[in-house]
């Protein structure tokens, strides 16, 4: 389909909404909001195609007032710069509409479970794990999304085996979806009296929390066991059964949650992170599915790739995917990960045009 034939298509759509949501029959409280939804995600891309025809239509007058023979010189001259001017727009503001009708993953909007787990790299690899843990905080601070401990398994030496958390908030997984994969670190480790650099690595995962109605789970498919927490080195921290093993039997997917002192509570924190991890399986599925291609591309959220490097000596952080390398490793570690984010999501963009054309 052209785009302008994409570009009507989407105008008829949007006056449609419209007409509906006017309509004499009422429609119920939730169609209404299904309809307000969709005519307010497509009220910005109308727009855009306003502002593209204008500039056509603008441009089109223009060409007709300088091929006129009648048009005076100094006319003429002011015409000419006006339509240079608006000529180079126009492929702009085409690339535009064009990702913005673009397919959208319907999981950008929904909250994320980020998990992160020490790799290669002993003690060392812990510390990073915690270091990557407080930027992902400090980034979700920056954006005013909520940031929840779900799960957090220490080394006892300020380092993290294993941490879940959850984020709250506008459009959280379209942001951090393409930090999954294997972090590495090179750096000098507090521990090492020699001044060796040493090399760890971290693994994050960034998965859409999924609600019930994305993925269902039967009763009958679960097996919870029940057992007493335990702390660092087998300490007992809890004299009752409250912590809480899910096994979900079709995919062998398993989490364990006993952070909470109430066993109720456990269950459900491991149960947002067992339906959130089954999406997720369930989505890279369908992506593989989709095309086996994607598997090389940004965003593929393939854990065993490792994306990028955070160099402590040289202070700079380089994404692999993208050749892009940042000299402001402090910064970055601080959570200022806007600049890789915004050039991980045009790069997507860009291959995503690529296939269409």
Do not use: C
């Not at 993953?105 to 510390?127: F, H, M, Q, S, V």
């Not at 980034?139 to 958390?165: C, M, P, Q, R, V």
């Not at 750096?187 to 994050?204: D, K, L």
Request: proline fraction near 3%.
């Amino acid at each position: 389909m052209s785009l302008e034939a994409n570009l009507d298509r989407v105008l008829e759509r949007h006056k449609e909404l419209a007409d509906l949501m006017a309509s004499a029959d009422t429609p119920s409280p939730d169609e209404y909001a299904k309809l307000s939804k969709e005519y307010f995600d497509l009220t910005p891309v109308v727009e855009a195609i306003t502002e593209l025809r204008q500039a056509k239509a603008e441009g089109a007058d223009l060409a007709s007032l300088i091929a006129d023979g009648d048009t005076d010189a100094e006319m003429k001259a002011m015409a000419e710069e006006e339509f240079a001017a608006i000529k180079d727009s126009i492929p702009a503001l085409e690339g535009k509409l064009q990702v913005m009708l673009l397919p959208k993953d319907k999981a950008d909007a929904k909250n994320a479970l980020l998990e992160i787990r020490a790799g290669t790299g002993g003690d060392e690899a812990g510390l990073f794990a915690a270091d990557l843990f407080r930027m992902y905080q400090r980034f979700a601070e920056d954006h005013k999304w909520k940031f929840e401990l779900i799960s957090l398994n220490e080394t006892g030496i300020g380092g993290y085996k294993e941490a879940i958390a959850s984020i709250s908030g506008s459009d959280v997984f379209a942001r951090l979806k393409f930090e999954s994969g294997v972090h590495r670190v090179q750096r000098v480790p507090t521990t090492e009296s020699s001044g060796r650099i040493h090399t760890s690595a971290a693994t994050v995962a960034v998965m859409p929390e999924a609600e019930e109605v994305d993925i269902q789970i039967e009763d009958k498919d679960l097996r919870i066991d029940v057992f007493r927490a335990s702390g660092p080195g087998g300490q007992s921290v809890n004299t009752t059964d409250s912590a809480v093993r899910i096994t979900h039997l079709p995919t062998g997917v398993v989490v364990s949650q006993q952070d909470e002192k109430s066993q109720h509570k456990n269950k459900a924190k491991a149960m947002r992170v067992l339906r959130a991890r089954i999406y997720e399986a369930e989505r890279q599925k369908a992506d593989a599915a989709r095309a086996e291609t994607r598997r090389s591309q940004v965003g593929s959220g393939d854990r065993s790739e490792r994306i990028r490097t955070y160099n402590f000596p040289e202070r700079r952080v380089t994404d692999h995917r993208i050749n892009l390398t940042l000299h402001k490793l402090e910064r970055v570690m601080d959570g200022d990960l806007d600049e890789f984010i915004n050039a991980l999501t045009a790069d997507d963009q860009a291959r995503q045009l690529a296939e269409i054309k």
